[in-house]
């Protein structure tokens, strides 16, 4: 069951990352465009509209804290996100 | 070759390449600190799990509809394009540590000379073996992914696929050949790049897939991936303003003099 989630884990961590906004932002910028696109809408500006977006907001939660490990005390060091994906 | 071609290549190039540098270092550490043959046997393992995964997927992913296999890939391209350029913009703006290879070469090689040898049929040293094995295993599978979304996207697998191959024999080689890690490689600049390239196509493919018609049609891309990079590079100034100013609650380390992380 471990090795299961472990399994489940990495492909989350390789595919999601360590923010599902950015994810869930994508699918919803994906699927307004189609809709648009079936509505005879012209459609191609709405996925540059949801990088304006959800950059900044995903910025936004690592540097107010949920995205990147909280600093207690001592002095600023350098610390890797325990969920960094390879090579990312 | 055309610019489409060229975008290609570049693109394939410097994500490859990224990712090569990350998997030398690994194999390097696993070779020095524990035993060459061993490093060398699990990387070996590794290319065949990865040649494998290609013969499987590679024509799987062709056989997909245009249109299916643009907004997947779209989608896939949106999603790491915008975890690279969130993480390499929190770095050039202070607010995470800069990816340091040498630093990652001492730690791997401070842990792999603190694990007891065991022997085992593939190799003399099997920890040697599966560090090398899983490094290589788990880089080189974001290599498959760019070559082959980006050149099934573009009809020109083979293209991406000598692209990739050129970025890792020429960073592999230069790794071997100096034996150390690769730590003047401006990294986190490549990161940068590489990031703005995945969101760039990303954007373009996942609207093209999803039905969007862009103006110039695939002369968008040569607006599409300097706005990218623009924004990029404002929201990093911003952020390193945030950091002079003390603005933010995270982890914030003292930021770099250029506003794209070395």
């Known amino acids: ?10 492909w989350y961590d390789f595919v999601i990352g360590d923010d599902w906004v950015v994810a869930a932002g994508i699918v919803l910028g994906l699927a307004g465009t189609y809709g648009l696109h079936r509505a005879g809408v012209t459609a191609w500006w709405l996925l540059p509209l ?4 959800l950059l900044p907001l995903s910025l936004a939660r690592a540097v107010s804290g949920p995205l990147l490990p909280r600093r ?16 990312h | 070759m055309s610019a489409a071609g060229s975008a290609l290549f570049i693109a394939v190039f410097l994500a490859c390449a990224v990712e090569a540098v990350e998997a030398t270092t690994i194999v390097l550490a696993a070779g ?6 061993s490093a060398g046997t699990g990387s070996v393992a590794a290319l065949f799990v990865l040649a494998v995964i290609v013969a499987v997927l590679g024509p799987a992913v062709s056989h997909l509809p245009l249109t299916t296999l643009r907004v997947l890939v779209g989608a896939l391209l949106l999603v790491f394009g915008l975890q690279w350029l969130r993480k390499a913009i929190l770095r050039a703006s202070g607010h995470k540590a800069l990816h340091d290879e040498a630093k990652l070469y001492a730690e791997h090689l401070a842990e792999a000379k603190g694990q ?3 022997r085992s049929f593939l190799a003399p040293d099997w920890y040697g073996f599966t560090l090398s094995f899983k490094g290589v295993l788990l880089e080189g599978l974001e290599v498959v992914f760019i070559v082959l979304t980006f050149g099934a996207n573009a009809k020109n697998v083979g293209l991406a696929a000598i692209s990739a191959v050129c970025a890792v024999v020429l960073v592999a080689g230069a790794g071997f050949a100096i034996k150390a890690p690769l730590a003047r490689v401006p990294e986190n600049t490549l990161k940068f790049v590489v990031g703005i390239m995945l969101t760039s196509f990303g954007i373009f493919w996942g609207g093209e897939g999803a039905g969007a018609h862009w103006p110039g049609s695939d002369a968008a891309l040569l607006v599409i991936i300097p706005a ?6 404002g929201l990093t100034a911003l952020l390193r303003r945030s950091v002079e100013g003390g603005g933010g609650s995270g982890t914030r380390l003292p930021a770099p003099a250029s506003p794209v992380a070395r």
């Open chain 2, 228 to 233: 990218v990079a623009l924004f990029g590079l």
């Open chain 1, 72 to 87: 207690t005390h001592g002095p600023r060091t350098p610390q890797a996100s325990p969920r960094t994906p390879p090579g």
């Open chain 1, 1 to 10: 069951m471990s090795k299961l989630r472990a399994f489940g884990a990495f």
């Open chain 1, 50 to 53: 949801v990088l304006v977006v």
């Open chain 2, 32 to 37: 020095t600190a524990r035993d060459w043959r």
């Open chain 2, 116 to 118: 007891q040898a065991r």
